[in-house]
């Protein structure tokens, strides 16, 4: 399209060119004459416009009047459309136009468009194609069809019409349109892009003759679109460059003087002002201008607050997140180890439905109690509940110590009575001082027996059609009191039904009001659990019973089922060597196991002289309906028995 | 010579703790209890019955009349005190009520301790020991 228009274009441009080169030629300058020298060879046409190019940016300053200003403006637009014919590159054709209106809609940007409009105009006119004018049209549409219709005109009537627009465009138009007699159009329209390049050379030179300033911001702008055109112009006229040494260098060497030499000053001005005139920077510069000095550094410290504060809060929500992190990291490890120290017991073994639970204390008391349910080889169930006196963190080591210790006894076949006096003679130095109360049992389902033996530690509360009332006289000291402990144990038959509660101190001690919970209470509590409930459910029906709870609960219940027939105490024992059988205490718990004072007394005697000085001796009560058997079993042989009475015997030389 | 150590409201409102130390001679001393001994008021009878072994007191007779409840903690403070006894030194403890000497027995340490029903009997005895070691 481009190719076939191209003679009819250059004969329409010819003309053009003559109207717009005759006046400048013959009236402006002596560079338009150089200009239409050259312009017979295509390549010195080329030169003149990549020089005019340039003199048209530098020259195109502030201080240029309005007809260099109009003309240079419309350079951009008219390369543009030329360029577009040769390259074909429609849409960066596009842009130039775009570009210079963009910018022209600025400030005043009327003469800047219309001069563009003007010059594609001519150039569509020119060329008669209606690719070359769509091109510049879709830039500029009004100014497509204002060419087009420029196009229909024949060369003086377009004179009049192109005059008609350069009243507006003020010196442009004129200079374009005077030069319509002018002979020397034929030399130089052989380039569309030549054409307008030397006028806008020939418009630029007149400067300081120019009749008809402009206002500051219409040269501004009208740089801006001369710097649009820029790197076309660069690029067209880079090859150029070389070139004119055939062509009458002279020419644009005496254009480019005259430019440069407001150039440089201008080109400055044009930075800055370019710069400046960002309506942002602008309206900023000038809200910035109106606020005083001392507000300023208010508003600055502020600002320098609003900062800190901001960094502050993302440091802290930072912090907060990690620590979050964190604690639900040891809630888990805390999990972990609770569940090591306390296991879950399964909820039956055998026959018997096992159940414990674990509430900590409202108070720094958490910490010191453990349990332990599980299975003998030998099909009995076993069952640790104990307490460390010294609660918290502290105590924990202890009570596992203490736990895993009994275990091991229990499960190596001991009764819990020597289980309980081992485990006294082995901690006694590893607790440390510490007090641990401890009670081991082992029930055995086909015989329906329970065994227990307490170290200091409350006994078990067994019911079932009635109660058991322990006989706790004579109980044996905690371990960790660096006293002989583990002479106790009871051993209870349970033929019916039952329920048997280990608890340690810390329900019973729970407060209501200013009164103990008691194991009244709890005995109570215990007999009210419906068939299916467990320990957990017996302690929270404590928590809700108790206004403070300043220890830690544990508690493990047994339920036994079938079988009729009321619980009783079998056998109560108790081992003595020949200091403790001298203990008033020993006849207390004779006389509460049901033996005459009397016999009481003599059979105490006998004991003492069972032990020896060394040996120990074994009581064993068997209450009956009327008075109980007593037996004394000298033969029993505790483990670690001389060195245990050994320790015992330095012990009570002190008491 | 009286030392007032501690005096404290406990959370219960209504009981009030209060913990009393005096000197009968130089080789004897008392300490009174009236309240509760429990988790957190037993560290102050630790510190009282310490700092009075520190002194050089022979016989310590913790009177526990008014004290209304015991719990493990207290025991490990006396028994505590019992094992850090030197030679010739003596603890003893007056204590008449059922509710108190109930926790004693049951935790077997009704046999470790010298436990007396009065005042007065607890200095014979605290003396008498004295008495006998000099």
């Known amino acids: ?655 | 010579m009286l030392k007032r150590v501690g005096n404290t409201n406990d959370s219960r409102s209504d009981e009030t703790f209060e913990i009393v130390g005096s000197d009968i001679d130089q080789t004897t001393s008392v300490v009174a209890v009236k309240g509760e001994l429990d988790l957190t008021t037993a560290p102050r009878l630790k510190w009282m019955l310490h700092d009075l072994l520190e002194a050089g007191r022979e016989n310590h007779v913790v009177d526990l009349t008014e004290t209304t409840f015991m719990d493990s903690t207290a025991l490990g403070v006396l028994v505590g005190v019992n094992r850090s006894l030197g030679e010739g030194m003596r603890l003893v403890l007056v204590c008449s009520r059922p509710n108190v000497l109930k926790i004693f027995e049951l935790s077997g340490m009704d046999g470790v301790f010298t436990i007396v029903p009065t005042l007065d009997e607890a200095l014979q005895r605290a003396r008498g020991q004295a008495a006998k070691a000099s």
């Open chain 1, 1 to 655: 399209m481009r190719s076939a228009s191209k003679p009819t274009r250059s004969r329409i441009q010819r003309a053009l060119v003559a109207v717009a080169l005759a006046p400048a030629c013959a009236a402006l300058a002596p560079a338009s004459i150089s200009t239409a020298a050259a312009a017979p060879s295509a390549g010195a046409s080329r030169v003149a416009r990549s020089h005019a190019a340039q003199p048209a940016h530098h020259g195109g300053g502030r201080g240029a009047p309005t007809t260099a200003g109009a003309v240079t403006t419309s350079q951009p637009a008219t390369a543009s459309t030329g360029t577009a014919v040769e390259s074909g590159a429609s849409s960066s054709t596009l842009a130039r136009p775009r570009n210079a209106e963009r910018h022209g809609t600025r400030g005043r940007s009327r003469s800047t468009t219309r001069s563009g409009r003007a010059s594609s105009g001519g150039a569509a006119s020119g060329s008669g194609s209606s690719g070359s004018a769509s091109t510049v049209a879709s830039g500029t549409r009004r100014t497509a069809s204002r060419g087009r219709e420029g196009g229909r005109h024949r060369e003086g009537k377009r004179l009049s019409s192109v005059r008609s627009q350069g009243r507006r465009q003020r010196k442009a138009s004129v200079a374009s349109s005077t030069p319509a007699a002018s002979p020397v159009p034929a030399l130089v329209a052989t380039h569309t892009t030549a054409v307008s390049t030397p006028a806008t050379i020939a418009s630029a030179t007149p400067v300081a003759g120019s009749p008809a300033p402009v206002s500051r911001a219409h040269a501004k702008h009208r740089v801006r679109a001369a710097g649009a055109a820029r790197p076309r112009a660069s690029t067209g006229g880079a090859p150029a460059a070389t070139v004119p040494a055939s062509a009458p260098a002279p020419a644009p060497a005496r254009t480019e003087p005259a430019a440069t030499r407001r150039a440089a000053p201008a080109r400055k001005r044009a930075a800055s002002s370019s710069f400046s005139s960002s309506p942002i920077v602008r309206t900023f510069t000038r809200i910035v201008n109106v606020v005083p000095v001392p507000i300023r550094f208010v508003m600055g410290i502020l600002l320098l607050l609003v900062l800190a504060a901001a960094a502050r809060s993302r440091v802290t929500a930072l912090r907060a997140r990690r620590l979050e992190a964190q604690r639900q990291e040891l809630l888990d490890d805390v999990g972990l180890l609770q569940a090591a120290l306390l296991p879950l017991p399964p909820a039956r073994l055998g026959p018997v439905g096992t159940s414990a639970a674990y509430r900590p204390a409202d108070g720094p008391g958490a910490g010191g109690d453990f349990y332990d349910v599980f299975a003998l080889p030998d099909g009995q169930l076993a069952v640790i509940v104990g307490d460390v006196a010294g609660h918290g963190r502290d105590a924990l080591p202890h009570t596992a110590l203490v736990r895993f210790t009994l275990h091991a006894y229990l499960e190596a076949g001991l009764s819990p009575r020597d289980a309980v006096q081992t485990a006294g003679a082995v901690l006694a130095r590893q607790l440390g001082g510490l007090l641990a109360t401890v009670i081991a049992a082992k029930y055995d389902p086909r015989e329906r027996l329970l065994v227990y033996a307490s170290a200091g530690h409350p006994p078990p509360i067994v019911i079932g059609e009635s109660t058991i009332a322990p006989i706790t006289v004579a109980s044996s000291p905690p371990l960790g009191a660096g006293l002989r402990t583990g002479s106790r144990q009871t051993v209870v038959s349970v033929p019916g039904p039952s329920r048997i509660c280990f608890y340690t101190d810390g329900v019973t001690e729970s407060r209501v009001g200013a009164d103990l919970y008691g194991s009244a209470r709890l005995t109570g509590a215990l007999a009210d659990l419906e068939p299916g409930e467990t320990a957990r459910d017996l302690l929270d029906r404590v928590a809700t019973a108790t206004d403070s709870r300043p220890d830690d609960m544990a508690a493990c219940v047994l339920s036994i089922e079938d079988g009729e027939g009321e619980p009783s105490v079998l056998v109560e024992e108790l081992e003595l060597d020949r200091e403790e059988a001298a203990h008033e205490r020993v006849e207390r718990f004779l006389i509460e196991c049901g033996v005459e004072p009397q016999g009481a007394a003599s059979l105490l005697r006998s004991a003492r002289t069972a032990a020896g000085p060394v040996g120990t001796v074994l009581l064993e009560v068997r209450p009956t309906d009327g008075s109980p058997e007593v037996a004394l079993r000298s033969d029993n042989v505790a483990l670690l028995h001389t060195r245990q009475a050994r320790r015992h015997a330095g012990i009570g030389g002190r008491r």
